[in-house]
């Protein structure tokens, strides 16, 4: 199953934050770069535990959103990010994944 994840990084300086609104997966890290990649690395993780349950149960986690205050607040962070320029930044982005293929 192919899957398009909406994910938001926000921070600046040596203090980032990641989050996957989709399946309500955070990350945090001292750079964008690597909140991307602990982020991508936490989601194939969650993927892959997803994958190994029964089938009727993957539904449930696969469709775990983040609460619409976070997706609303995380939005607007971004819109704001780009009207202004500064050490504060916030960026989204899809990840683009796999589910793996149940065991």
Known sequence: MDL?????????G????????DLNI?????SQREVR??????VGLYLE???ALPAAEQDGFLSR?????????????TWLSALRSGRDRSE???FQS??????
């Open 92 to 94: 989204a982005f899809i």
């Open 4 to 12: 398009k994840l909406k994910c938001y990084a926000y921070g600046g």
């Open 26 to 30: 955070a990350v945090c890290g001292n």
């Open 49 to 51: 535990t997803v994958a």
């Open 65 to 77: 959103r983040a609460p619409w205050h976070t997706r609303a607040k995380l939005a607007m962070l």
């Open 98 to 103: 796999q589910m793996p293929a149940h065991p």
């Open 14 to 21: 040596a203090s980032w934050e990641a989050i996957c609104v």
């Open 37 to 42: 990649a602990s982020l991508r690395k936490a």
